[in-house]
């Protein structure tokens, strides 16, 4: 009796300690998070990613329209502007003024032009007087139309300056043998011929063959770094530029002041794009780059 009493204790013992370990396991992790997907089919699929580009703005490209005499300054506002406006590239046409406006007029794809004078610009602009716009062209948004920059004419001379000029009245001397000019279709050549009009020597200094012609400022101070001219009339950004040294400087009684008109053209498939850079061109940020090279604000 008291043999099965401790054998009935003993199976009681063995069946409450598995009863126990089996409690005591631990509960199983959960499965890890997929991006696979069960198909009513049974088949799996990927879960489609989140499109993180959804909200981005689309790619821009900006054709600017320039004068030459802009391409250093435009250069450094080009990575400026990249960081601002990443979205936005700026694509450069830069050449004298009346190229870039014929280009304009014939078709050329331009969201915004910055002429090196008043003329290139009015003669795009439907407001400006019937005289200068003759053909009476409407290109030009209205409301952006603006005064940018003011460059100085100046007369810049070969290293050394060999032929020991010092003034544009020096240009009428027998100093001179060579004066690089721009075309009269361009602005630089048009300030020049008023300088030489206005000395009244430019018909002697043709007469004689005294004058070589570039088809836009870049050609002119190419000339004069050269030492194939004795001297230049270009702008004092460009003579910067080009490291020349610059002996006179043209005030209002020699020629009109040089001012940079720009404007968003009306056939631009990114008005918006455009004002929004000819704003940031207007910042002092920007200004500050146009000063360096001797462009001030336009008054």
Not at 10 to 31: I, K, N, Q
Not at 71 to 92: C, D, H, K, R, S
Request: charged letters at 25%.
């Amino acid at each position: 009796m008291k043999m099965k009493k401790t054998a009935w204790l003993l199976a009681s013992v063995m069946a409450a300690s598995l009863l126990t370990g089996c409690g005591g396991t631990e509960a199983e992790e959960p499965a890890e998070t997929s991006s696979v997907q069960e198909t009513e089919a049974g088949e799996t699929q990927e879960a489609p990613e989140e499109d993180e580009t959804k909200d981005e703005e689309p790619a821009v490209t900006l054709n600017v329209f320039a004068a030459a005499s802009m391409t250093e300054t435009l250069e450094q506002i080009q990575q400026m502007y990249a960081e601002v406006e990443p979205n936005v590239t700026l694509g450069f046409n830069l050449d004298s003024s009346g190229t870039l406006k014929t280009q304009i007029q014939e078709g050329a794809d331009c969201d915004l032009f910055i002429s090196a004078a008043q003329k290139q610009m009015d003669q795009l602009d439907i407001e400006a007087d019937p005289a200068v716009n003759e053909e009476g062209l409407d290109y030009v948004e209205k409301e952006s139309r603006v005064d940018l920059l003011e460059n100085k004419v100046v007369l810049a001379v070969p290293d050394g300056n060999p032929a020991g000029i010092e003034s544009f009245e020096d240009l009428g001397t027998d100093k001179v043998q060579l004066l690089a000019l721009g075309n009269e279709d361009v602005p630089v050549g048009q300030y020049s011929m008023e300088i030489l009009n206005t000395l009244g020597i430019l018909e002697d200094l043709e007469a004689a063959s005294k004058i070589t012609y570039g088809s836009n400022v870049k050609e002119v101070t190419t000339q004069v770094s050269e030492a194939s001219a004795d001297a230049g009339i270009v702008y004092a950004t460009d003579a910067f530029s080009a490291g020349l040294s610059t002996v006179a400087q043209a005030g209002s009684d020699l020629c009109q002041r040089a001012i940079y008109p720009a404007a968003v053209l009306k056939v631009s498939e990114h008005p918006e794009e455009a004002q929004a850079f000819l704003d940031y061109l207007q910042t002092d940020a920007c200004m500050k780059v146009f000063e360096e090279v001797g462009f001030v604000k336009a008054e």
